[in-house]
């Protein structure tokens, strides 16, 4: 089945140590999205690709950064965690951007990030 | 900036109730709405969305919403709710620049 893959679900890293999640996607979708869910917190966009153009959401700090080297994967990468970083962050595609009908997003599970 | 509202928390139903989830949403221009749903121990998944036309969608297992563009509204229904129907509910808006928000999320408890 066409799905969007994320690896690892949990992570433990170290404060101030780097951490990179991945997210890979078999629906060759143009958009792929990167959020960052709190507990009992709405999931924040924290920036998206439409294929290589990144977009980056104003209030994203820049600790966070991102890297799509093709359209399956895409890469989140944490430069220097810290304790409030701790959430689940989930990868989502879509076909398009708003405006057109395929705009719908599809989820992956999530990876569970612990700073320690 | 645009934001959405959820207005309930939580919210606890025997089966067979009705239910309404409500959404409101803050933008000025032309936006496209969508309900989310994550069961448990799943990931988000779409259970309607509304693009263009009639302003009442139907969704997955029952659900319909209905768009009221006076009110900033977009309110999630289904006449008879399961026990299946735990989980967390999201609304969420997407404008034309392609920003997505999301509201804080409604839990649903049906007892059986």
């Known amino acids: 089945d066409a799905m969007v893959i994320q690896n690892p679900r949990y992570q433990v890293t170290q404060f101030g140590k780097p951490v990179t999640l991945s997210c890979s996607q078999t629906l060759n979708h143009n958009v792929m999205y990167w959020y960052q869910q709190k507990s009992s917190q709405a999931p924040k966009l924290l920036f998206h690709y439409y294929d290589k153009d990144f977009n980056n959401e104003a209030d994203t700090p820049d600790n966070f950064q991102s890297r799509r080297p093709n359209t399956s994967f895409c890469f989140l990468d944490i430069r220097s965690p810290g304790l409030g970083d701790a959430a689940m962050y989930l990868c989502?595609?879509?076909?398009?951007?708003?405006?057109?009908?395929?705009?719908?997003?599809?989820f992956g599970p999530g990876t569970r990030l612990t700073v320690l | 900036a645009q934001s959405v509202s959820q207005h309930n928390h939580h919210v606890i139903l025997s089966e067979a109730a009705s239910l309404e989830l409500g959404c409101n949403y803050s933008?000025?221009?032309?936006?496209?709405l969508f309900w989310y749903v994550q069961y448990p121990g799943q990931h988000l998944q779409l259970l309607l969305k509304y693009f263009s036309g009639d302003p009442l969608v139907k969704g997955i297992k029952g659900f319909e919403a209905e768009f009221i563009k006076s009110k900033f509204s977009f309110n999630l229904r289904k006449p008879s709710v399961q026990w299946s129907d735990t989980a967390e509910y999201f609304c969420?808006?997407?404008?034309?620049?392609?920003?997505?928000?999301f509201g804080d999320g409604t839990t649903l408890t049906v007892k059986p």
């Open positions: 969420a808006v997407k404008t034309n620049a392609g920003k997505s928000t």
């Open positions: 989502a595609t879509s076909r398009g951007v708003a405006g057109t009908a395929y705009n719908e997003q599809f």
């Open positions: 933008y000025g221009g032309t936006v496209n």
